[in-house]
């Protein structure tokens, strides 16, 4: 498993910010790696509401059927799945006088003999925590 986490601070009020990420068709703005995300379902975005996201990382092309697991007012927790790996991005809110401090987190947890080298991932996911970090602060800036 490879955890990464980063923290930032952007001058939207929380419910704009916390409003524009629950849809996860957006993470082709804020995530460097993904190229596509197309929303499964129709209706409002809710527990449940599905996404294929395809992303690629190290070179590699990788296609998640993602779920929104928790959708709540300071949190939002979607849960990616195929055949080699889960990955679990949970976002926190936290309200400032000024904007928004968002906690994002991601776990990734490989499956069969990706599980054995998921050490050496952990260098390449901080480097792309810290691009997500970046490119989320520019987008959520500005809501």
Known sequence: MVAVSRTITVSAPMERV????????????????????????????????????????????????????????DRLVFRGTNE??????DMSFQPLPAGTRITYSARITFAGLLRMVSPLMRPPFERLADRVAERMTEVLSEL
Not at 19 to 41: I, M, S
Not at 84 to 89: H, L, M, R
């Open 18 to 73: 916390r409003d524009y990420l629950k849809d996860f068709t957006n993470a082709e703005e804020w995530d460097p790696g993904t190229h596509q995300c197309v929303r499964c379902d129709d209706g409002p975005l809710q527990v449940g509401a599905e996404w294929i996201n395809t992303s690629e990382f190290m070179g590699r092309s990788a296609v998640l059927r993602y779920r929104l697991d928790v959708l709540e007012p």
């Open 84 to 89: 080699n790996a889960e990955s679990v991005d």
